[in-house]
């Protein structure tokens, strides 16, 4: 039987976050503390101290998995909702959003 391996962790608050274009923005979460040695099954959310969180989509979706990574693109759920304003590194920042990460490595 394989002895699993898991790390848990979290981003700096309003942190790290990028443009990738004008629906959202993205973050490249560092996991090396973890020393995973293989390709992790990763689970993330989506926290904030600022709130606004609920209106944001695409935590579930992680992309470009590595043992030291993972990236996560996030956008608003509904533009109008927000009052046609986009999610920017700024908006980002100043809401505190942050991604709370857990991953499972079979090494």
């Not at 973890?34 to 990763?42: H, I, L, M, R």
């Not at 608003?76 to 942050?98: H, I, M, S």
Request: glycine share 14%; net charge neutral; aromatic share 14%.
């Amino acid at each position: 039987m394989a002895t699993l391996r898991v790390g848990s962790g979290k981003t700096t608050p309003g942190g790290g976050w990028q443009t990738y274009s004008t629906e959202g923005v993205y973050i490249d979460v560092d996991t090396t503390s973890a020393k995973f040695s293989g390709d992790p099954v990763y689970h993330a959310s989506i926290y904030s101290t600022g709130g606004s969180q609920l209106w944001t989509h695409g935590a579930h979706a992680i992309y470009q998995v590595s043992a030291t990574g993972f990236r996560l693109y996030l956008r608003w759920v509904d533009d109008a909702k927000r009052n046609g304003k986009q999610l920017t590194p700024e908006t980002c920042q100043q809401y505190g959003f942050y991604v709370a990460w857990s991953g499972i490595d079979e090494p």
